[in-house]
Each structure stands twice: as structure tokens, then as C-alpha cells.
């Protein structure tokens, strides 16, 4: 300590090493906050160009290292610049608390904070919910316009080839970029022994977090009391029910207790159960029995906190499309699929947010409970197994299986495209719909909500796979290439009813993302 003269160690049992400087040593001065404000300051810089967003995490880091180490009543440039990284990462309220920390303490350098504060609320108001609705209400008049327009016949083509001229200059300039963010990340050490032992345990540190939050859901889905008599009423009900007659589970003749997932009764209307997986939020809304509520079509009462509903799918197979206009991929009803859950809704922007560290710019039409969006496959895979425990990507065939909820036709609500208003949102008659919040529509056989229409839902499978179906589950993947194309399902609020047909197959590069690109979370049987 070059205040004190007396040597300080970590005991790295409980923790690792304080914030360190470009230099590799623990970041000191006076008051502990000097050398963290100036690195933090550069990577937020207000009024020029900032750092990358693993720059800017590392910033806000840093920041708030200092906010820490500040006496109460000082410290006001740290919180600042606490306050800055916070509005550059989106997470509005704790920016704005944080610099009326900064005032409150700022002394004769009031006025200037507080014109700080001014700019923070305005930059978050550039980008809040209320201004979004207008700027998609004028793309949906441009898509109109661009509607009646007479196309050249090649446009597709020449549309496609500027895309993919754009993504390689995209990925050019985007490289480099990576490599600083990988440097930054990387703690350098004289020793290289040292170096190496700080990597494994910063990496055993995450693991652990991980661990932590999967081992609480854990126990409060099969440990708790209450889960316990919820399972015990589940497996039972389960292996009277003739939805599942004949069904052959991993552990045996009856289903077991799934970790993470608290069962919520059957659906008064499909027959089929429906659990709650409690990693990404609490039940949906209870009676005064402690049941869930539900109305007479068997809809339950969501609010934003309110986890993923899984729905217990019965094993079997597609059905074969009724006609070949549907262009059903032949392999598709050959599959023998093994029983599995299957989300009942798209997973919600605040689900997402809530569980994933890669925090999604979400298109909501200021609603609430609209499905995650603007994701990647590639945002997605990362979700799995660490961030969305025990869940994953639906099998192509398991998608269509849950689509169609037993039917055959071009969309589960019949052959004729009136049939599925107020089933999918899509776009009727030229005229433009919006995304809408989960739940909104009507549900299929299944009990399934929006598989035609509101997002494209990502898929696991390889596009165009040559690999056989997968046993259990159908999954193709040849797995060769991470640019490979992904499967996509399912259509979107804009497109037309015949793009969301329960057949229909689409597919994007994993590293795309757009604001009509989501997902329907899946999860197998664990014995």
C-alpha cells in the first residue's frame, strides 16, 4: 500500500483480484478512485467516440469499483461517469439514479452535473418505447407505397447480391473490432503462470454464478413443499390422462419431477399440463384457491414478470399435409418423435432480458409482452445450456408437430386464409398488422399461441441438412460450418398468410437478427 507501506493480498477462495490497471497491477491513488475514472472516462466519453460494448461494460465496472471505494458525501465525477456507462448499456432507471447520486454530492460542481443529467434524459428519450411507434407507423407507409410500386422483375436477385456485398464489408470492418474486444477482456500478467491461473478462476467464477442460479430454480421447482405436492398431483394426473396413453418416458412407465419446471395443471380445454419455468420469471397470476386463472378458452393471466409456460407434448408424429401445395418436407412425417415440452407462447422481450446477457433491442410497438426480438441464432445458441437452463432450440419436426396441433391443413385453423383471423398475425389483404403481445390470438389444439405469424421463430436445424433425423427429437444438423443456414418458422406480422403456413420453411444466415426474428423455446425429458 503506498499510503500505509504494508503489503495486501487476495484470498482468492473467496473472490478475485480487485480492478487492475493497463499495467496489470491493482488499480490505487489517494482515495482509490483516480486511475479507474480516467480509463472509465475514456471508454465513455459523452461527447466523442466511444469504446466497443464489452469496452463499455468494463467502464461501467470500473465506475462503479470507484462509486464503491468513494466516501458517501464525495466522489461526484465517478458517479458521473458511473451514470454515462449505465445510459450507454440501456439500463435506464439505474443511469438515472445514478447521477442524482452524482448531484447530491457534487458540491459547487452542481450545475454541472445537473446539466449532465439533462443530456442523460434526453439521449434515454431519444431511444425510449413512446418515440418507437412513430418511426414504425412511417416504415409501415413506406411498405404500403413501396406495395403499389411496379418491381423489376430481378430486384429479388440484385437485392440479395447487395445484401451479401454489405454483410462482407459488414464482417471486414466488424473483425477487427472482435480482436480489441477479446484484448480488452484479457488480463496480461509478467508471470505467465499467474496469468493462467487468474483465466481459470475468472472462468470458474462465471461457471459458479451460472451454477448458483440454476441450483435455486432447481429447488424451488421439485424441492420446496409446494413442488412437491405439485409433482406428486402432476405424475399422477399425467399417467391417468389419455392425452399421454402409451407414452414412453426416460425413467420409466411415469414421468419424474423436471428441474426448473413447476407443473400448473392440465388445460381445461387441450387436456394437455402446463408448467412454469421458473429461471425466467414467477407463475402466472393465482386465484384465491392457488390455482392459476384462466378464462373459458383456457387462457392464462400473464403479467410482465411471468416465466416461460412449457407444454407437455405427447410423443408421435406430424401429420401428413393434406395436400401438396403445402410442400411439406417428405422426411418431416417419417420422424417418430419422443414426448417433450414446447413454449407455449414466443419467449417475451422481458424473459429475455431477464436471463441473457446479451440484452436485446427489443421492437415493441411500446407494448408490453411482445416476443423477444431483433436476436440472432448465434444470441440464441449462447443461451443454452448456462443462461436458459435445461432448454433449447425446437427441433424443425417438433416445431411443425406443435404448430399443427394434430391437423393436416395449410395452418391449423383450416385450408382457407380467412379462417386464421384472430388466430395469426399476419398481414390480410395488403393491409399491415403490428406485433402484438403473446397470448393475444386464439390458441391451437395444443394450446399453442402465434405459431402463424407476430415473428419468424428460429429453429436448430441445418437448412438444407443431409444428415438423417436425429433419434427422439428429428434435429438435423450437419453441423459443419457456424455460417451454415438456420430454419426458420412460423412467419411474421408483415408477411402474408401463405409464408406462415404450418409447412413452410424459411431460413437465415446465425449471425442475422431483425425485429421480426425470435424464438419458441423447447426442453426434452430428463429421467
Known amino acids: ?18 480492478q487492475l490497471g493497463l499495467d496489470g497491477r491493482v488499480l490505487r491513488d489517494a482515495d482509490g478512485t483516480a486511475e479507474a475514472l480516467v480509463l472509465a472516462m475514456l471508454l465513455v466519453n459523452p461527447d466523442g467516440s466511444r469504446g466497443t ?11 462503479k469499483h470507484g462509486v464503491d471505494l468513494s466516501p458517501a458525501d464525495g466522489g461526484h465525477e465517478v458517479r458521473d461517469t458511473y451514470a454515462w456507462s449505465l445510459t450507454w448499456l440501456g439500463r435506464n432507471a439505474e443511469a438515472l439514479a445514478a447521477i442524482d447520486a452524482a448531484i447530491a454530492v457534487a458540491g459547487d460542481a452542481r450545475a454541472e452535473i445537473e446539466s449532465n443529467k439533462a443530456r442523460i434524459e434526453q439521449e434515454l428519450a431519444r431511444w425510449s418505447d413512446s418515440e418507437l411507434p412513430a418511426r414504425h407507423s412511417e416504415l409501415a407507409a413506406w411498405h404500403q407505397e413501396l406495395a403499389a410500386w411496379s418491381l423489376p422483375s430481378d ?37 505467465s503462470q499467474l496469468e493462467w491461473w487468474h483465466a481459470q478462476l475468472m472462468s470458474l467464477e462465471t461457471e459458479l454464478s451460472w451454477l448458483s442460479t440454476m441450483r435455486e430454480a432447481a429447488f424451488a421447482s421439485t424441492e420446496s413443499e409446494l413442488a412437491k405436492a405439485r409433482w406428486s398431483e402432476a405424475i399422477d394426473g399425467i399417467a391417468r390422462s389419455p392425452k399421454y396413453a402409451g407414452q414412453k418416458w426416460p425413467s420409466g ?37 392457488g390455482r392459476v386463472l384462466r378464462d373459458a378458452e383456457g387462457r392464462l393471466s400473464l403479467t410482465p414478470e411471468t416465466g416461460m409456460v412449457l407444454v407437455l407434448l405427447p410423443g408421435g408424429r406430424v401429420p401428413v399435409a393434406d395436400s401438396k401445395s403445402q410442400y411439406q418436407a417428405d422426411w418431416i412425417p417419417r420422424v417418430e418423435l419422443s414426448p417433450f415440452f414446447l ?23 411500446g407494448k408490453t409482452m411482445t416476443p423477444a426480438n431483433n436476436i440472432s441464432w448465434d444470441d440464441i445458441s449462447a443461451l443454452w445450456p448456462r443462461e436458459l437452463g435445461w432448454c433449447g432450440f425446437p ?33 390480410f389483404d395488403n393491409t399491415y398488422s403490428d406485433i402484438v403481445p403473446v397470448g393475444t390470438l386464439r390458441a391451437n389444439g395444443f394450446g399453442l399461441h402465434d405459431v402463424h405469424g407476430n415473428v419468424w421463430e428460429w429453429c436448430g436445424d441445418t437448412y438444407s441438412a443431409t444428415a438423417d433425423p ?37 431460413g437465415n444466415s446465425p449471425g442475422y437478427c431483425n425485429e421480426d426474428y425470435g424464438l419458441r423455446p423447447s426442453r426434452g425429458i430428463t429421467p
Open 470 to 506: 436425429r433419434t427422439g427429437d428429428g434435429l438435423r444438423d450437419d453441423g459443419v460450418d457456424s455460417s451454415v443456414i438456420r430454419v426458420l418458422r412460423g412467419g411474421r406480422w408483415y408477411a402474408s398468410p401463405d409464408h406462415a403456413g404450418s409447412a413452410f420453411r424459411n
Open 155 to 191: 430486384l429479388e436477385s440484385r437485392i440479395a447480391s447487395e445484401q451479401s456485398a454489405v454483410q462482407e464489408r459488414y464482417e471486414s470492418q466488424l473483425a477487427p473490432l472482435r480482436e480489441e474486444s477479446k484484448q480488452r477482456r484479457t488480463w496480461r500478467f509478467a508471470d
Open 1 to 18: 500500500n503506498p499510503v500505509t507501506g504494508l503489503w495486501e493480498f487476495v484470498h482468492l477462495q473467496t473472490g478475485v483480484e480487485p
Open 395 to 427: 427441433s424443425e419436426t417438433q416445431w411443425e408437430y406443435g404448430c399443427r396441433g394434430g391437423t393436416a391443413t395449410t395452418w391449423w385453423t383450416g385450408n382457407e386464409e380467412e379462417s386464421l383471423k384472430g388466430s395469426g398475425n399476419v398481414r
Open 343 to 365: 413454449s407455449k407462447y414466443e419467449l417475451t422481450a422481458e424473459q429475455w432480458d431477464r436471463v441473457s446477457t446479451r440484452r436485446g433491442g427489443h421492437y415493441t410497438d
Open 53 to 63: 460494448a464489452e469496452a463499455l461494460v468494463l467502464a461501467m465496472l470500473l465506475a
Open 253 to 289: 412407465d411415469r414421468l419424474t419431477p423436471q428441474a426448473g419446471l413447476l407443473p400448473l395443471g392440465a388445460n381445461p380445454v387441450t387436456g394437455l399440463w402446463e408448467f412454469v419455468h421458473l429461471q425466467t420469471g414467477a407463475e402466472p397470476q393465482l386465484g384465491l384457491d
